[in-house]
């Protein structure tokens, strides 16, 4: 079981930046599929951003492509979601997970999830 710890939520303003990091407890770089979701109060949870194992390729939703980019240190066990123009319909708490198998931005099988970190964007 790989442990995650998410940080670098908060509160911005329309078209600024946050840059999230997913700190895992040990090298998930060639084992494991790498991902951000989010998910709001009454909305089902969504797949953000996903890295495949060794590092590509990466899905991205509609939503977020051209603004958000997944990335990964394994040098540091640590995965990042860079938030760029964000905008109100970002707001939404945004999960790190783990997963040996996935397809685009869905994962299956047994998976780690992180606590979550609050990510809201005022207009």
């Known amino acids: 079981q790989v442990q995650l710890v998410e940080s670098g939520g908060g509160s911005v303003q329309a078209g600024g930046s946050l840059r999230l990091s997913c700190v895992a407890s040990?090298?998930?770089?060639?084992?494991?599929?790498m991902g951000w979701f989010r998910q709001t109060p009454g909305k089902e949870r969504e797949g953000v951003a996903t890295?495949?194992?060794?590092?590509?390729?990466?899905y991205y939703a509609d939503s977020v492509k051209g603004r958000f980019t997944i990335s990964q240190d394994n040098t540091k066990n640590t995965l990042y979601l860079q938030m760029n123009s964000l905008k109100p319909e970002d707001t939404s708490i945004y999960y790190c997970?783990?997963?040996?198998?996935?397809?685009?931005?869905?994962?299956?099988?047994?998976?780690?999830w992180g606590q979550g970190t609050q990510v809201t964007v005022s207009s």
């Open positions: 997970a783990a997963a040996r198998a996935c397809i685009g931005l869905k994962f299956y099988g047994p998976s780690d």
């Open positions: 890295v495949y194992p060794g590092g590509a390729p990466t």
């Open positions: 040990e090298y998930t770089g060639m084992r494991y599929c």
